[in-house]
């Protein structure tokens, strides 16, 4: 064993690290955190100034065993976790567990992986920062507090299996109040009106110039009154502005910039960029991925200055220094950047290098000049019309700067900025107009969150930190809290009016609405418990007591606070509440009372039941009747449940909506509304055959399939035929359409068409899938072939047993496995056959 022992807390970063130090030192990797709260109780002696009882996990026994055996072997012990809180508590929690001390360790800290930064680190190391831990510690006492005592509230006052979370809730909360606007919002139409002119020139060229009425007009009267008197009138040019404008670089990226440009840019979820960042900072590519600073060090500048000159010229180069603004910000470190400036790409998989190279490209920018722009706009005046002109805007990239290299994103779904060029053209000339339109518009709806306009929003009120802002995200939709999905959105009409050639024409069109990809949607669940914690603990999800606890955390890492007495303000208050609720507030399963059945005379109401959002019908003439249920189709909220829309839904579940009759059969096709969605019905419950059942297909509705997409849909599954001597049908399920060959299911890919593809198509793809299998099997037991190791879809080593796939405890090697150890991992008891055997 080497003199000097350094423990990191990732395996990859030990193995980039040991590159750059002598065979002197041995790297080792902690796998995280080798020690938690217990969990089998609270965890705190909040009697006893909040002390925290810690127990070595399961998974990490044998691994502090081996790491005790090489702290032995060594003279000295070199903590190099990473530098921020969560980073400084595992290097405490080591020294406590390996009893490390001043004399035989010493704690280093670098927010680059490169031999230079490695090497400095050494050189100036120091010793583990108490105030970091406190903070990091507080946190997690603070959250399992938060946890520990709402949760079992939840289960007796909601549904069972419910939990909450001091931050987790809070966002919740974010996404229902957003929900709530949109349920409530009133849309209102207006006109939009456009014209085209003509503009000729001195060489005989016309251009086409498009410009938009100054306003918006409100009614349809409005704006066949505006054409009519646009017939015959003229369009004198009224003013021309040309002003000269810039547009300056981003700064670097921050954690929460990089989630949300990541996401917008090439649809990563929050989850997924700090994933693959990860991999990059511990591969030595970039500079460490948790980080609120916007600052570039000077080395860093420098290089990026010499990459610009060097590649686009001296013009293009602008030394800038960043300030940080995020409210709360607290690390000491960079922004992320690359570790050298001169690498353009990496060598690594096609994630790891489109991220690589976003980084790369705003770093750069950041340090470019300023984009020179021509900004002109030109007012076209309605010779007999006084209140209302046509605007036409433009502009003109004079130098290109930062462009040259990046093009920031945005949020803004319905930005319509233009970059049209304006023609050659002078105050007072008169234009021909070639058409002019108006165009019912609507007022739209405030925009639902993505994931990364929600961390935007979680920065802006100071809620979380970096380190937070993707477990918290995973861990509500996790719960089932909140949905991230497409929906297709729905038809509407609109009406368009044209004056072309004197003559007005008015056409009713229609469009779709509404549609959402990746959108966070709250579930029925999500706003029960968001109402319920907001009822009763108002203050655990007010923003501004969540953002001011984060303040608490920053004050207690540097010293300012006990944390044990900001624990003790908090809980004194906070565990009195939980006490008061539990014992009077009422249960709330977000039943509404809809209204009465005017046919039957039931009541219809609507909440959540066992298996989700159910209705429900009760005979109030027959208190001994039991009450009848109805499941609420998928993507509709109880809230927004009416009477009308709760007999229709039940209508279609038990009667069903008859589309006509099959040609092929003779028999009926309707559509219902069963427990897991819409399906279609090939025959009646009362013939003597039993009826058949399919699956509408993604994008259909109950109101939008018609008969003849309903007929496709009993073509499924297909026989198309055999190979290797066993049948191939082809097949659509929960998880959309598959090939199914010799029991086992692949996947058909976006392009191919379950009811068209062949035989041969199907063969490439069961061989494609059986190389993919091949591949991502690890190690296989003659003994039970039912349990093997493989890799799990992210590529991390899993026990896959019985379609569940297992986590393997860190510090065991994969290929090493024995068969009871993997039996052990997917939690089969193997005792029990034994047992029943012996009873025999």
Same mark, same amino acid.
């Given at each position: 064993?080497?003199?000097?022992?350094?423990?990191? %807390?990732?395996?990859?970063?030990?193995?980039?690290?040991?590159?750059?130090? !002598?065979?002197?030192?041995?790297?080792?990797?902690?796998?995280?955190?080798?020690?938690?709260?217990?969990?089998?109780?609270?965890?705190? &002696?909040?009697?006893?100034?909040?002390?925290?009882?810690?127990?070595?996990?399961?998974?990490?026994?044998?691994?502090?065993?081996?790491?005790?055996?090489?702290?032995?072997?060594?003279?000295?012990?070199?903590?190099?976790?990473?530098? @921020?809180?969560?980073? %400084?508590? #595992?290097?405490?929690?080591?020294?406590?567990?390996?009893?490390?001390?001043?004399?035989?360790?010493?704690? #280093?800290?670098?927010?680059?992986?490169?031999?230079?930064?490695?090497?400095?680190?050494?050189?100036?190391?120091?010793? #583990?920062?108490?105030?970091?831990?406190?903070?990091?510690?507080?946190?997690?006492?603070?959250?399992?507090?938060?946890?520990?005592?709402?949760?079992?509230?939840?289960?007796?006052?909601?549904?069972?299996?419910?939990?909450?979370g001091r931050v987790q809730s809070v966002v919740v909360r974010i996404i229902v109040d957003r929900e709530r606007e949109i349920i409530n919002f009133k849309s209102e139409s207006s006109y939009k009106v456009s014209a085209i002119f003509s503009v000729p020139t001195a060489n005989g060229t016309i251009y086409n110039l498009k410009a938009e009425l100054s306003k918006r007009l409100k009614t349809k009267e409005e704006a066949l009154a505006l054409l009519e008197k646009c017939k015959s009138v003229s369009f004198p040019v009224s003013d021309i502005e040309i002003k000269p404008a810039k547009k300056s670089p981003a700064a670097p990226f921050t954690t929460s910039t990089l989630q949300q440009e990541a996401s917008r840019k090439m649809g990563f979820s929050v989850a997924k960029t700090m994933q693959v960042a990860q991999s990059l900072y511990e591969s030595g590519h970039i500079t460490y991925m948790r980080t609120d600073s916007v600052n570039l060090s000077d080395l860093a500048i420098a290089t990026a200055k010499q990459e610009i000159e060097k590649n686009f010229g001296k013009e293009y180069s602008k030394v800038r220094k960043f300030a940080t603004s995020s409210k709360g910000a607290q690390e000491a470190h960079e922004a992320i950047r690359p570790t050298y400036m001169s690498n353009a790409s990496v060598s690594n998989n096609f994630d790891e290098q489109r991220l690589y190279e976003l980084i790369w490209k705003r770093t750069l920018a950041s340090q470019m000049s300023d984009a020179i722009l021509e900004k002109t706009t030109v007012n076209i005046s309605i010779s007999n019309v006084s209140d209302s002109y046509f605007v036409a805007r433009g502009e003109v990239i004079k130098f290109e700067g930062f462009l040259k290299v990046y093009i920031e994103s945005t949020d803004d779904e319905n930005d319509e900025s233009s970059d049209a060029v304006i023609p050659p053209i002078k105050k007072g000339d008169i234009l021909q107009k070639q058409t002019i339109s108006a165009i019912q518009r609507y007022s739209q709806h405030p925009p639902r969150y993505s994931e990364a306009s929600l961390v935007r929003t979680l920065e802006e009120l100071g809620i979380g930190r970096p380190s937070t802002y993707a477990p918290t995200i995973s861990t509500v939709q996790k719960r089932g809290y909140v949905l991230k999905?497409?929906?297709?959105? %729905?038809?509407? !009409?609109?009406?368009?009016?044209?004056?072309?050639?004197?003559?007005?024409?008015?056409?009713?069109?229609?469009?779709?609405? !509404?549609?959402?990809?990746?959108k966070l949607f709250p579930t029925d669940i999500g706003m029960v418990v968001n109402d319920f914690l907001v009822k009763h603990f108002a203050e655990i999800l007010d923003f501004n007591f969540t953002a001011n606890v984060e303040k608490d955390f920053d004050e207690i890492a540097t010293g300012q606070v006990d944390w044990t007495k900001m624990l003790g303000k908090f809980y004194k208050s906070f565990h009195q509440i939980v006490e008061q609720t539990s014992e009077h507030s009422e249960k709330n399963s977000g039943e509404r009372i809809l209204g009465i059945d005017p046919k039957t005379g039931h009541e219809i109401s609507v909440r959540i039941g066992r298996f989700g959002p159910m209705i429900q019908v009760k005979n109030l003439t027959n208190a001994d009747e039991k009450p009848q249920y109805g499941s609420i189709p998928k993507g509709i909220l109880i809230e927004t449940m009416t009477l009308e829309s709760a007999l229709k839904v039940l209508d279609i579940s038990n009667e069903g909506k008859v589309l006509g009759i099959d040609p092929n059969t003779g028999k009926e096709i309707s559509i219902r509304n069963g427990r897991f969605g819409p399906f279609a019905q090939l025959g009646s419950n009362n013939d003597a055959e039993k009826p058949q059942y399919a699956s509408l297909a993604k994008g259909q509705t109950v109101d939008s399939v018609t008969l003849a997409q309903a007929i496709e849909l009993f073509k499924l599954?297909?026989?198309?035929?055999?190979?290797? &001597?066993?049948?191939?049908?082809?097949?659509? !399920?929960?998880?959309?359409?598959?090939?199914?060959?010799?029991?086992?299911?692949?996947?058909?890919?976006?392009?191919?068409?379950?009811?068209?593809?062949?035989?041969?198509?199907?063969?490439?793809?069961?061989?494609?899938?059986?190389?993919?299998?091949?591949?991502?099997?690890?190690?296989?037991?003659?003994?039970?072939?039912?349990?093997?190791?493989?890799?799990?879809?992210?590529?991390?080593?899993?026990?896959?047993?019985?379609?569940?796939?297992?986590?393997?405890?860190?510090?065991?090697?994969?290929? %090493?496995?024995?068969?009871?150890?993997?039996?052990? #991992?997917?939690?089969? @008891?193997?005792?029990?056959?034994?047992?029943?055997?012996?009873?025999?």
């Open positions: 064993m080497a003199e000097n022992l350094v423990i990191v %807390e990732s395996p990859a970063k030990a193995k980039t690290i040991e590159k750059f130090l !002598g065979t002197n030192f041995k790297v080792l990797s902690s796998y995280g955190h080798i020690r938690d709260l217990v969990s089998k109780d609270l965890g705190v &002696d909040v009697n006893n100034n909040f002390e925290p009882k810690y127990e070595i996990t399961t998974d990490k026994k044998k691994l502090v065993t081996d790491l005790k055996a090489a702290v032995k072997s060594s003279k000295m012990v070199w903590l190099a976790s990473d530098e @921020d809180r969560e980073g %400084e508590a #595992i290097s405490w929690h080591l020294a406590e567990v390996l009893k490390l001390n001043d004399k035989n360790s010493k704690r #280093i800290c670098f927010h680059e992986i490169t031999k230079t930064a490695i090497l400095a680190a050494i050189e100036s190391p120091r010793g #583990i920062n108490k105030d970091l831990v406190d903070a990091q510690q507080a946190r997690r006492i603070l959250d399992r507090l938060v946890g520990f005592e709402l949760s079992p509230i939840l289960w007796k006052k909601v549904k069972p299996s419910l939990s909450a999905e497409e929906r297709p959105g %729905e038809q509407r !009409g609109y009406i368009h009016i044209i004056l072309d050639k004197e003559k007005i024409s008015e056409s009713a069109k229609t469009e779709v609405f !509404g549609a959402e990809k990746n599954p297909r026989a198309i035929g055999e190979y290797e &001597d066993k049948k191939v049908t082809v097949g659509v !399920g929960r998880f959309g359409p598959y090939i199914s060959h010799n029991s086992v299911f692949t996947p058909l890919k976006k392009t191919d068409d379950p009811y068209t593809v062949t035989l041969d198509r199907a063969i490439e793809l069961i061989e494609e899938k059986k190389i993919k299998d091949i591949e991502k099997t690890i190690k296989v037991f003659d003994e039970d072939k039912n349990i093997k190791v493989v890799l799990d879809r992210w590529k991390n080593p899993t026990v896959y047993y019985k379609k569940k796939y297992h986590k393997i405890p860190k510090g065991k090697k994969p290929e %090493e496995l024995t068969l009871a150890e993997c039996m052990e #991992i997917a939690g089969v @008891d193997t005792t029990k056959k034994k047992a029943t055997k012996a009873k025999k």
